[in-house]
T-cell receptor
Framework: AQSVTQLDSQVPVFEEAPVELRCNYS??????LFWYVQYPNQGLQLLLK??????LVKGINGFEAEFNKSQTSFHLRKPSVHISDTAEYFC??????????????FGTGTLLAVQP | NAGVTQTPKFRILKIGQSMTLQCTQD?????MYWYRQDPGMGLKLIYY???????DKGEVPNGYNVSRSTTEDFPLRLELAAPSQTSVYFC??????????FGPGTRLTVL
């Protein structure tokens, strides 16, 4: 079974500063990895995903994440944040070969709070 | 292309009442899911479906029921609402790369 750990429940950062949101996962099988963003009072929106190939994945709104298999991590980064990036960010993992009953396992989320 | 739609957006129930949360997707996805989101707890899977007529329990199914008569619709039924079911409920559908697409959510309060 998979699990996801997002160690930081909240990350305060000033506008235009860089940010890294940490995600570590546990799995005995090959995985797909995802980052979702949830703006206040909205549903979750896919930010980026790693399925295969290059370990550096670029997503929407200038975010990127790097898959590190040896460290079982998938940290999310942005070089310069904006006020509009304030949101909750969820890391998720699924079994690459899970088949029809495959499910996404979510972390508990990290609130990115961008301050002016 | 509307994606995943949910109704209602908000609802207040009294203890013991019942209701159905509606979910519809127009992407022809076979897989659909119901989650609940509580503060600081992430998302918990309630029920899921791998196609019309096929449903199964997730992590927290007690107090809920589902049905899937068509590919598009996946309603969630709450019987005998309890305060512990106060939460935000999200429906999602999934494509062949395991990517899930979420609806805007239903905020439910049980008093």
């Amino acid at each position: 079974a998979q699990s996801v750990t997002q160690l930081d429940s909240q990350v305060p950062v000033f506008e235009e500063a860089p940010v890294e949101l940490r995600c570590n996962y546990s799995s005995s099988v090959s995985v797909y990895l995802f980052w979702y963003v949830q703006y206040p009072n909205q549903g979750l929106q896919l930010l980026l995903k790693y399925l295969s190939g290059s370990t550096l994945v670029k997503g929407i709104n200038g975010f990127e994440a790097e898959f590190n298999k040896s460290q079982t991590s998938f940290h999310l980064r942005k070089p310069s944040v904006h006020i509009s990036d304030t949101a909750e960010y969820f890391c998720a993992v699924s079994d690459r070969y899970g088949g029809a009953t495959n499910k996404l396992i979510f972390g508990t989320g990290t609130l990115l709070a961008v301050q002016p | 292309n509307a994606g995943v739609t949910q109704t209602p957006k908000f609802r207040i129930l009294k203890i013991g009442q019942s209701m159905t949360l509606q979910c519809t997707q127009d992407m022809n996805h076979n897989y659909m899911y119901w989650y609940r989101q509580d503060p600081g707890m992430g998302l918990k899977l309630i029920y899921y479906s791998v196609g019309a007529g096929i449903t199964d329990k997730g992590e927290v199914p007690n107090g809920y029921n589902v049905s899937r008569s068509t590919t598009e619709d996946f309603p969630l039924r709450l019987e005998l609402a309890a305060p512990s079911q106060t939460s935000v409920y999200f429906c999602a559908s999934r494509d062949t790369t395991d990517t899930q697409y979420f609806g805007p959510g239903t905020r439910l309060t049980v008093l």
